[in-house]
């Protein structure tokens, strides 16, 4: 089965500081994307960062990054330098690169940055 | 602004009556998934639509159902309501229904209460 597992179900770091954020993933598939999601208050789901399973680099988007080991399918997200609106859930996923498209999801990991 | 719209944003209704939710997608978009959200929880797929045709079902409940108009819209139906189906209901949509860049972008969802 497909399974995306965030260990941590809520973490708390002073503003400015840095923080990782755990996934681990079971499949079977070599090809698949993996995201991370964020879900401020708003409840809008916003795409943070993307990893496409066949690049070894690791995806970063300005504060955040991630530390993608595919062997060990472990992909963790760091935020550095964090921000009080980056407060939120954070969910990771993935999906395969075939034509049946959908995201499998963990169960979320709350992030609460403090002033 | 994802460009996703939902409809309504709240609704509260009783036990055993019947819900219409309503997405547009993105322009251009063709592409469209419902997930269903309980509190604290990850995101349950429910089912995906592209292009008019249904393409995958998850774990859909046969009380609802749901379908994609020729203008690409799209509606849940959730009938014969019962308390445990409160919950915020996502669309999401994408260019394609296979494989692309992966990404969704969401909607604001519809916080659905019963009571």
């Known amino acids: 089965a497909q399974t995306v597992t965030q260990s941590q179900p809520e973490m708390s770091v002073q503003e400015a500081e840095t923080v990782t954020l755990s996934c681990t993933y079971d499949?079977?598939?070599?090809?698949?994307?993996l995201f991370w999601y964020k879900q401020p208050p708003s409840r809008q789901m916003i795409l943070v960062i993307r990893?496409?399973?066949?690049k070894q680099q690791n995806a970063t988007e300005n504060r955040f990054s991630v530390n993608f080991q595919k062997a060990a399918k472990s992909f963790s997200l760091k935020i550095s330098d964090s921000q009080l609106g980056d407060t939120a859930m954070y969910f990771c996923?993935?999906?395969?690169?075939?034509?049946?498209?959908?995201?499998?999801w963990g169960a979320g990991t709350k992030l609460i940055i403090k002033p | 602004d994802s460009g996703v719209t939902q409809t309504p944003k709240h609704l509260i209704t009783a036990t055993g009556q019947r819900v219409t939710l309503r997405c547009s997608p993105r322009?251009?978009?063709?592409?469209v998934y419902w997930y269903q959200q309980s509190l604290d929880q990850g995101l349950q797929f429910l089912i995906q639509?592209?292009?008019?045709?249904?393409?995958a079902k998850g774990n859909i409940l046969e009380r609802f159902s749901a379908q994609q108009f020729p203008d690409l819209h799209s509606e849940l139906n959730l009938s014969s309501l019962e308390l445990g189906d409160s919950a915020l209901y996502f669309c999401?949509?994408?260019?394609?229904?296979?494989?692309?860049?992966?990404?969704?972008?969401f909607g604001e969802g519809s916080r659905l209460t019963v009571l």
């Open positions: 996923a993935f999906t395969f690169m075939d034509s049946n498209y959908q995201l499998i």
């Open positions: 322009s251009g978009d063709l592409s």
């Open positions: 990893q496409e399973a066949y």
């Open positions: 499949t079977s598939e070599n090809n698949y994307y």
């Open positions: 999401a949509s994408s260019l394609r229904g296979g494989a692309n860049t992966g990404e969704l972008f």
């Open positions: 639509y592209y292009n008019g045709e249904e393409r």
